[in-house]
């Protein structure tokens, strides 16, 4: 079973700028995609951001040119960057693993960390 621990976080003031970090545990055929999602009260969970085990990286267009998605050496342990962060960036942010299977990637998710954007 593989288990993924978020941190970072918290509370920041509009155009501020925090870190969040994924790490997986336990896979044991590794790690294929990473992805950070988020939630806002009232919406639904939207992709943040994602990278592949090669590295390429895909942003939804409301954090392009302000986060940064990226992967450890490890290949296990996954950071977004957060720049220019606005009100409407809070959320409980999840990172979510494709770890390997015998065939196939399986999703795992986080517990989630909240991100609050207020003065």
């Known amino acids: 079973q593989v288990q993924v621990v978020e941190s970072g976080g918290g509370l920041v003031q509009p155009g501020g700028s925090l870190s969040l970090s994924c790490v997986a545990f336990?896979?044991?055929?590794?790690?294929?995609?990473m992805g950070w999602y988020r939630q806002a009260p009232g919406k639904q969970r939207e992709l943040v951001a994602h990278?592949?085990?090669?590295?390429?990286?895909s942003y939804a267009d409301s954090v392009k040119g302000r986060f940064t998605i990226s992967r450890g050496p490890a290949n296990s342990t996954m950071y977004l960057f957060m720049n220019s962060l606005k009100p409407e960036d809070t959320a409980v942010y999840y990172c979510?693993?494709?770890?390997?299977?015998?065939?196939?990637?399986?999703?795992?998710w986080g517990q989630g960390t909240q991100v609050t954007v207020s003065s």
């Open positions: 979510k693993v494709e770890a390997w299977g015998l065939v196939r990637p399986y999703d795992y």
């Open positions: 990278i592949t085990s090669g590295g390429t990286t």
């Open positions: 336990g896979s044991r055929f590794g790690v294929a995609g």
